[in-house]
């Protein structure tokens, strides 16, 4: 059984105060972000905290993000707010950011994985802002999808993957980013980057006057960002361009059908699998990365080959995603 999906836009309505309504009353909903389908509880609630886990089949020590509608409601899940992270906020709120920051006496440990400090972000997508209008208060909300698997950049998506465990999808149109928000701790007045995102470490450091630095092993766990994530079933792997050719032709002489998300417009003219072109641009490769891995996922395809992104600043999120994407693999392959 599928959940119900209810178009929804950013001016309210009744398909916003019924959500904010089964929030209300403990149930689950997920709705649009500007990066990709979050699914929502209310964070105050133990209960339904437990309700949400159980939905992704998450780890208990995962920690979620409070999704809040700004810096003033963020104080209020925050023990204190680091002068960076003020300056961020202001900055880049609402928006695809996450700041980490100590957590407030009453914030659930369910919420923080038991730790000190809470993921709190002011999402830009409307249908999320009007959302957290009409509820009132904080909504945790992961990626609404099974754990460790694809995020969902649509309604349809969230369907297919939790069914009748959600009690509404707000259908908002595709996300506008496709991957996750940026996330940022602070160690001292040191920016820590924990997680890659929308928002690059060159940004981060034109609003800091340094750039932020790889998190260590005392900063605060984030989510997402176990060695394997944002998987898809099929077996995945990355590819160099000079390689491909010949992995695809290995794989097709031992009867194994292949999908391929590459940068070439048009596959072998010998190939009989799947093939997805993407583009160039990063932040378009981004925006169309779940959808494309998705779609290959349910195309009955034995091993899925993915041609490696360039280097450098720009496609540092997409390559961060792709590197779990395929941290998983049982290769046998020589």
Request: proline residues 9%; glycine residues 10%.
């Amino acid at each position: 059984m599928s959940a119900r999906i209810r178009p929804a836009t950013g001016a309210g309505g009744p398909a916003i105060d019924e959500a904010a309504r089964l929030l209300a009353q403990g149930e689950l909903v997920a709705f649009p972000t500007e990066t990709v389908y979050g699914l929502g509880a209310d964070a105050s609630n133990p209960a339904a905290l437990a309700r949400l886990f159980e939905a992704k089949r998450r780890p208990a020590d995962h920690p979620v993000i409070v999704h809040v509608t700004g810096l003033d409601s963020a104080l209020r899940w925050s023990a204190s707010m680091p002068e960076g992270a003020r300056a961020l906020a202001e900055r880049f709120w609402p928006g695809p950011l996450t700041l980490v920051v100590p957590r407030a006496p009453q914030v659930p440990d369910a919420v923080t994985g038991g730790q000190p400090a809470v993921g709190l972000r002011a999402p830009s997508h409307p249908v999320a802002r009007a959302l957290l209008e009409a509820f009132g208060g904080g909504i945790a909300a992961p990626s609404a999808n099974r754990f460790g698997h694809v995020s969902p950049t649509t309604a349809r998506h969230v369907a297919d993957d939790l069914g009748d465990a959600v009690a509404l999808i707000l259908d908002g149109g595709p996300c506008d980013f496709g991957i996750e928000s940026t996330i940022v701790a602070f160690d001292g007045d040191v920016p820590l980057l924990l997680r890659p995102g929308a928002i690059g470490a060159e940004a981060i450091a034109g609003v800091l006057g340094r750039a932020p630095v790889e998190g260590h092993a005392a900063a605060p766990r984030a989510p997402g960002t176990l060695a394997s994530h944002y998987a898809p079933r099929t077996p995945a792997s990355r590819v160099a361009h000079a390689a491909l050719r010949a992995e695809i032709a290995q794989l097709a002489g031992r009867d194994e059908r292949v999908g391929v998300l590459a940068f070439d417009a048009g596959a072998p003219a010998e190939f009989e699998g799947v093939w997805i072109a993407a583009p160039r641009d990063p932040q378009r490769y981004a925006h169309m990365l779940y959808a494309s891995l998705r779609r290959l996922d349910a195309a009955a395809v034995d091993v899925i080959l993915i041609e490696d992104v360039p280097g450098g600043a720009a496609w540092s999120a997409v390559r961060d995603r792709l590197m779990r994407a395929t941290a998983g693999i049982d290769d046998d392959r020589d």
